[in-house]
């Protein structure tokens, strides 16, 4: 089956730097995204990993290995806003994205 | 970014009725558009995929005469749904997909409808 992997929830400081790992099974693979989304909002783009590597932009960084089926989603300089649920989404082999229940990031002061 | 508006944003309706939900892509031409469903602290539920000019291809599980998904036009995509009751009280989120976008199969999404069913 497909399955995605991520922490239910995690804390970090402001100012501080968090990294949200996720793995995931899926059948094929075309990419992954992560979305952050706000408590009673819509997800919106983050990032996009199609090949092995770190992608870097601004504050955000995320990376895949598509061998190991691992990316992870790296903040730095955290700020309040920041606080959100980060959701990692893989594509399989129908283009379909592949949902979990995301991470929660609390920012703390 | 592309823009991809919803409307109602909130909607309140009694047991029995229906209710429609629309979604527009406002800056480019979606091909394909998604509906899916979100319950409070749950992941995104995929309810349908659809194709400007053809049938929607729904999730296992979801009731296709329920949900009623229209895809008339590259642009709009409506869910409406039927006989409402107070379990399909959710968060409706659409999104939308389509070529010259930054990438083709990314998903541009709405802002959401919350329905309420009394």
């Known amino acids: 089956g497909q399955n995605i992997d991520q922490p239910t929830e995690m804390t970090a400081t402001e100012g501080a730097i968090v990294q949200i790992n996720c793995t995931y099974q899926?059948?094929?693979?075309?990419?992954l995204f992560w979305y952050q989304q706000h408590a009673g909002e819509a997800p919106t783009f983050l990032s996009y990993n199609v090949l092995d590597g770190l992608e870097e932009k601004g504050r955000f960084s995320s990376f895949l290995s598509r061998s190991k089926g691992y990316s992870y989603l790296l903040l730095k300089e955290l700020q309040m806003k920041d606080s959100a649920s980060y959701l990692c989404?893989?594509?399989?082999?129908?283009?379909?994205?592949?949902w979990g229940a995301g991470t929660k990031l609390i920012i703390k002061p | 970014g592309a823009v991809v508006s919803q409307h109602p944003s909130w909607v309140i309706c009694k047991s029995g009725t229906s209710v429609k939900i629309e979604c527009r892509s406002l800056d480019f031409q979606a091909t394909t558009m998604f509906w899916y469903r979100q319950f409070p602290k749950q992941s995104l539920m995929l309810m349908a995929t659809s194709n400007e000019g053809s049938k929607a291809t729904y999730e296992q599980g979801v009731e296709k005469d329920k949900f009623l998904i229209n895809h008339a036009s590259l642009t709009l995509s409506t869910l409406t749904v039927t006989s409402a009751h107070p379990e399909d009280s959710s968060f409706y989120i659409c999104?939308?997909?389509?070529?010259?976008?930054?990438?083709?199969?990314?998903?541009?999404f709405g802002p959401g409808t919350r329905l309420t069913v009394t």
């Open positions: 989404a893989p594509m399989d082999s129908n283009y379909q994205l592949i």
């Open positions: 999104s939308a997909s389509g070529s010259g976008k930054r990438f083709s199969y990314e998903q541009y």
């Open positions: 899926t059948s094929g693979f075309n990419g």
